[in-house]
């Protein structure tokens, strides 16, 4: 056996909690700590046992029921990007990418480094080594056994993943060590090749599909999410070998020889899971593709969703819906609007005919173009665009969200930063006594916690939840961590950029036949297209940042760019409204080359001066 896999990287016992320390029992700590939290996963995952505190690890692995106690605390530790994820700055992974503004006019998103999503996961792989060492002396019986043992292998393999696509190589730890007081040396490993580690989680991975069955219970794992967790994984191994160099001799950066069979992994991982016919795309409502993408992510009877985290109001709910619904809809402990979809975000979504998605906010002589009805400017969009954000004047439970810059009387502009400046239209001045009319709408532009865009994200938010319920803990829709659609485009990738033209086409036109949108012909197949209906089909669903980062583009794209507002005003003599366009929040964003690979935190590397740390840190 390789040096590598003896022993166990920075993280080890001599830091860790008492609990953890020498001579202590693992798995009785963490059932004490976590299972208090109670319902993660599932209704069914409660610990029935008392009194906890005095549980010895025997004990634990006589009894079924605590068991799959542990197995809910190793799942809840696993490192999604979820609806609850947000970085280091306090934003969700869209602020940093073109995807979306905060609504602080201070920006912080446009500060991008590679320290904000930073997750050294080794107490995890060790508390999962650990029950997959002890699971064959437990009283599980056989088929339950490899059910276990198949889900911790995926828990391991996602806990890898969550580190190698933020750091390249790291240390591949397969058994549980321990500090005995004169090893210290031996537990001081060196990071492992970028390759290794993905061919430790691939291999993982193919383990967990053979021991898991094809159904699963709620909130855990089958075959086909050990399947389609490997075609996203061998999609950044693919785009890592092709894209990125190779530095530290390996540690991080994959030879580019290898990119063809990670493309073939990722190509016959999506097959697998395909051919099963065990899951397809959600068409609830096809006369309506709007309502049917939106319901698409709320909808739990879902025959797209692949592997899920589930929650339950009250017992575990998360603030999803409190810190993104626009600011004249949101609940009772204010925040909301936290994420602006950028007009360049709005405008990759296409119009139904194939044509760009360029907003027609001029005619072709650059005359404004006005609208009685101002959501008629989104007429005919990809249906996706409105059941994924919030556009000006569209409806919110009823509710329209009013977003205006100003307005024009005469031909001339007058605008205000104050939501609640009033115009007079008899004296064509600023009146806040005599006013009749709003300068800028109820969820305008300007101050804190309303959109700097002009837009609020949609995706995601519950429609029928009660705004009383947008609180710190008053959400519960389930966060869809692996889909079919995705599993459809990472194919298509796989398959164009391994020679498969014709298999690619079908998999992207699948996508759009059901957004509603014109299939692509055999000519417009190209990679730009692929990666471009990737982009519109899983926004704000926190792939992009990963997306951009293995493409190796997020420099070209962060370039000290800044992005852009749709600022609609009502013409007085008109009386319609017409849109400008303008700059969005105060400060461009801009991505580091170095943030390719995230900084190692410097305490591991005083711990362990055997961790390389990444270039440029």
């Known amino acids: 056996m390789e040096s ?22 693992p798995i009785a700590c963490i059932i004490l700590l976590l299972l208090g939290a109670g319902f993660f996963h599932s209704c069914d995952s409660r610990l029935d046992i008392a009194p906890i505190n005095i549980l010895t690890e025997e004990q634990i692995f006589q009894s079924e029921s605590a068991i799959d106690a542990y197995m809910v605390s190793l799942y809840d530790r696993m490192q999604m990007e979820d609806l609850t994820f947000r970085t280091g700055a306090g934003n969700y992974l869209a602020h940093n990418t073109d995807e979306v503004m905060h609504h602080f006019t201070d920006e912080k998103s446009s500060i991008i480094d590679g320290t904000g999503t930073q997750w050294w996961g080794y107490d995890n792989v060790r508390n999962v080594n650990d029950l997959m060492e002890k699971l064959p002396n437990s009283i599980l019986g056989e088929t339950k056994r490899k059910q276990v043992l198949g889900e911790a292998k995926y828990i391991r393999a996602y806990y890898y993943f969550s580190m190698v696509k933020r750091y390249g190589g790291i240390p591949i730890i397969k058994n549980v060590q321990n500090f005995t007081g004169d090893n210290l040396e031996e537990l001081q490993v060196s990071r492992d090749k970028h390759e290794d580690v993905y061919d430790f989680i691939a291999n993982d991975l193919d383990s967990a599909a053979l021991l898991l069955g094809e ?18 994984v061998m999609l950044y191994a693919a785009s890592e070998a092709k894209y990125a160099s190779v530095q530290l001799d390996g540690i991080i950066g994959i030879p580019s020889a290898s990119a063809g069979k ?55 709910g998360h603030f999803y819906d409190m810190l993104v619904l626009p600011f004249g809809v949101r609940g009772p402990e204010g925040y909301g609007s936290n994420m602006g979809p950028t007009l360049e975000c709005v405008e990759q979504f296409e119009y139904i005919d194939g044509t760009p998605g360029t907003l027609r906010i001029t005619d072709s002589a650059g005359n404004p173009i006005y609208y009685a009805n101002p959501v008629d400017l989104f007429k005919d969009k990809d249906p996706r665009c409105v059941a994924s954000i919030i556009v000006p004047f569209s409806e919110w439970q009823e509710t329209v969200i009013d977003v205006q810059a ?9 605008e205000a930063g104050d939501y609640s400046a009033l115009y007079n239209v008899e ?17 305008g532009f300007g101050g804190n916690e309303k959109t700097q865009t002009g837009f609020y994200v949609r995706k995601y938010l519950d429609v029928n939840q009660p705004r009383s319920r947008a609180t710190q803990n008053g959400s519960d829709q389930a966060w869809i961590d692996l889909r079919y659609g995705e599993v459809l485009l990472n194919y298509a990738e796989a398959a164009f950029e391994s020679g498969r033209t014709e298999e690619a086409k079908w998999a992207v036109n699948a996508i759009r ?36 980062r293995r493409w190796r583009i997020s420099d070209d794209i962060l370039s000290n760019t800044r992005f852009h507002a749709l600022k609609p005003y009502y013409d007085v003599q008109a009386e319609a409204y017409r849109f400008e366009t303008g700059i969005a929040g105060r400060f461009p964003k801009t991505f580091p080359v170095r943030a390719y690979y995230e900084r190692i935190d410097p305490g591991e590397i005083t711990r362990n001066p055997n961790i390389i740390q990444n270039p440029n840190y």
Not at 13 to 21: E, T, V
Not at 270 to 288: F, M, Q, R
Request: overall charge positive; proline content about 4%; some cysteine.
């Open 4 to 25: 590598r896999n003896k022993y166990i990287p920075a993280s080890h016992d001599y830091i860790k909690p008492a609990c953890f320390r020498k001579g202590k029992k």
């Open 215 to 232: 159904t699963n219970s709620k909130g855990r794992v089958n075959k086909y999410a050990a399947l389609a967790l490997k075609s996203r």
């Open 262 to 316: 990670y493309w073939q992994a990722a190509y016959d991982a999506a097959e697998a899971v395909i051919a099963s016919g065990k899951y397809e795309l959600y068409n609830k409502n096809p006369t309506d593709k709007a309502a049917n993408f939106q319901m698409l992510f709320l909808d739990e009877n879902n025959p797209e969703a692949i592997f899920s985290k589930y929650y339950s109001y009250p017992d575990k």
């Open 406 to 414: 100003g307005i024009y009387d005469l031909g001339q502009k007058y």
């Open 427 to 443: 004296t064509h001045q600023p009146d806040n006594i005599n006013g009749t009319l709003h300068i800028v709408g109820l969820n």
């Open 513 to 548: 036949e059901r957004a509603g949108i014109r299939l692509l012909e055999d000519q417009e197949v190209t990679l730009e297209r692929i990666r471009h209906e990737r982009i519109v089909e899983l926004a704000f669903e926190n792939h992009r940042w990963w997306d951009y």
